[in-house]
């Protein structure tokens, strides 16, 4: 079995006096995609946040690679390794494609640097042709590439993806899904945030279902597809 390189361990966590997380738990292996699956407000992008240190749980704890997490700044985290590609993409518009990734370099945790520009232009390579251009002028995709190249860029260990595929026309949402698996062919451990199951399937190993901030699932994706119960009841499938 893959090590396990971060876990939350039943976080409870708020938005001012409003409890949004409740005993909240998961764990990511080396290696593998990790779907967190659920209905929009369920708490997915909560969950995310509160991993790459935008909020900070109020109990529970963090931890990743074996050390606490829990309430560091969002910039230590990141430092350390985990890399969050947050939903509303927040992408420079006034920088270029190139300089929104060059902005991003830094070494990896362990000093080493796997991703390059050239390499994240090789591994999107729709980005190549528009590095001059501004962010703002790119279309929802292929902000949605940038962002995720400019994660790259940081060198991370776990790579945090929130709803890649929202608001997406129907083939940059294959050209996503595509990204997704050649990242896990090299490795890449990630935590996939989705409403979207069917877009989870071939792509993930596991899955956690989430619902009104509690973890009601955890299985291999495939356990989750053959259950009609947990798919009817908690992802209007």
Not at 40 to 60: E, W
Not at 98 to 120: M, P, Y
Not at 186 to 210: K, P, S, W, Y
Request: net charge neutral; hydrophobic share 45%; aromatic share 4%.
């Amino acid at each position: 079995m893959s090590q396990t390189v971060l876990q939350v361990k039943k976080i409870d966590v708020f938005y001012a006096s409003s409890q949004v997380l409740f005993n909240m738990s998961l764990d990511v292996r080396k290696g593998e995609t990790l779907a967190l699956l659920g209905r929009n407000g369920a708490g997915k992008s909560t969950t995310m946040k509160t991993i790459a240190g935008v909020m900070a749980p109020r109990r529970g704890d963090i931890t990743f690679k074996g050390q606490s997490i829990a309430g560091r700044p969002a910039h230590l985290i990141a430092r350390a390794g985990i890399s969050f590609v947050p939903e509303d993409r927040q992408i420079f518009p006034d920088l270029s494609v190139e300089d929104n990734l060059t902005i991003a370099i830094k070494n990896g945790a362990d000093g080493t640097q796997a991703w390059s520009l050239e390499r994240v232009y090789d591994m999107l390579p729709l980005l190549a042709p528009l590095k001059t251009r501004m962010g703002g002028q790119l279309s929802g995709g292929e902000q949605q590439m940038l962002t995720v190249g400019r994660a790259l860029m940081g060198n991370p260990e776990v790579l945090l993806l929130d709803e890649p595929s929202e608001g997406l026309a129907p083939i940059m949402v294959q050209k996503i899904g595509d990204l997704i698996r050649a990242l896990r062919q090299v490795g890449t451990t990630i935590v996939l945030a989705e409403q979207n199951l069917h877009f989870c399937l071939g792509l993930a190993d596991r899955a956690i279902v989430i619902d009104k901030g509690s973890d009601v699932f955890c299985g291999t994706i495939a356990e989750l597809n053959a259950n009609a119960d947990i798919k009817q009841r908690y992802l209007s499938v």
